[in-house]
């Protein structure tokens, strides 16, 4: 079955509604995500922060591409000790959604109709690729009848499956280039400010 990641059409979908007034969705009921189906086999256990990046702040521009769609969207991310607060606009400032995702507790989420389509599960995994420490991340990997591996070499990080590659994780000066060989979508993560809480 086919699903609409952060990095597909329903960023597409939300730009082209973005200059529709509309008022936010109530928050959805309690529910927990803690893992994330990365690739085919490969799941992902959330975690919380590592040490070194609790207490930080961050505001960064994502542009993505899926096919022949491109997409823009602005995120402000707060990682705390217990949980990962993420706010997202469009460009021009139109609530997306926000999140306060825990470790060990109901998420809580509040969108925008504009992104009913957006599973923010792929969106919170891709930013822990690209942040967590590599052994952090083995820990937290649950794929019991293939091998993974992470490689970090020179400024860049692959997630390997049985050998193949499956994700491209490139870190230039000023952003992250994420490559899913999978499922077919790259992002640009560029961060424009940064703070300590």
Known sequence: MF????????FGFALLM????????????????SQVEIADGIALNLTSPPTKHQGQGMQTLIKGRHGQSRYEMLMQIELNPNNIAINATT??????????????????????????????QYLLADFQLAHWPKEQLLAALDSAKIKVTIEDKDRARTVYRN????????????????????????????PLEKWQN
């Open 3 to 10: 699903r609409i990641t952060i990095a597909t059409l329903a």
């Open 18 to 33: 973005q200059g529709c007034a509309s008022a936010p969705e109530k928050p959805q009921a309690p529910a927990r995500i």
């Open 91 to 120: 460009t021009s400032g139109v609530q997306l959604f926000e999140m306060l995702w825990f470790e060990n507790a109901p998420h809580r989420l509040s969108r925008s109709p504009l992104a009913k389509d957006i599973e923010v």
């Open 163 to 190: 050998g193949e590659p499956v994700i491209l994780i490139e870190y230039q000066t000023d952003f992250i280039a994420f490559e899913h060989l999978e499922r077919r979508y790259r992002l640009t993560i560029k």
